[in-house]
């Protein structure tokens, strides 16, 4: 029942160093705000873990996003769902929900799914 896949090292295109993903729930999901401040203490102590000289004033909030969850905060787990929308109207829709790891790491069998879907 964990929320985050932990905290993860990444070089990016421009050769820079970036951590994450850092989660804190929002009640929005229009809500992309970085509050820069608590989370940006919590990632450098989930950071000091494997650098330890880490200090938060070496880190900034890069970007944010809303990432797909089917459940509550402390909610059982809930896997993603693959449902074509002919019933609700929409014929040759395929609605993808809540595709999250290891949803990501079966990429090619969903499409293959969807694929079956729509013959």
Not at 1 to 5: A, G, P, Y
Not at 74 to 101: T, Y
């Given at each position: 029942?964990?929320?985050?896949?932990g905290t993860h090292l990444t070089l990016d295109m421009?050769?820079?160093?970036?951590?994450?993903?850092?989660?804190?729930?929002?009640?929005?999901?229009?809500?992309?705000?970085?509050?820069?401040?608590?989370?940006?203490?919590?990632?450098?102590?989930?950071?000091?873990?494997?650098?330890?000289?880490?200090?938060?004033?070496?880190?900034?909030?890069?970007?944010?996003?809303?990432?797909?969850?089917?459940?509550?905060?402390?909610?059982?787990?809930?896997?993603?769902?693959?449902?074509?929308?002919?019933?609700?109207?929409?014929?040759?829709?395929?609605?993808?929900?809540?595709?999250?790891?290891?949803?990501?790491?079966?990429?090619?069998?969903?499409?293959?799914?969807?694929?079956?879907?729509?013959?």
């Open positions: 029942h964990t929320t985050s896949l421009a050769g820079a160093i970036r951590f994450g993903p850092d989660l804190e729930w929002v009640a929005s999901n229009t809500d992309y705000a970085t509050d820069g401040g608590q989370s940006v203490e919590q990632a450098a102590a989930a950071v000091a873990e494997y650098l330890p000289a880490i200090r938060p004033r070496n880190l900034a909030p890069g970007y944010s996003g809303i990432r797909p969850k089917l459940q509550p905060p402390g909610g059982a787990f809930r896997d993603f769902v693959v449902r074509e929308e002919s019933d609700a109207g929409f014929p040759g829709f395929v609605n993808l929900i809540g595709i999250e790891s290891p949803g990501l790491t079966s990429a090619l069998a969903i499409a293959a799914m969807v694929d079956r879907l729509l013959r």
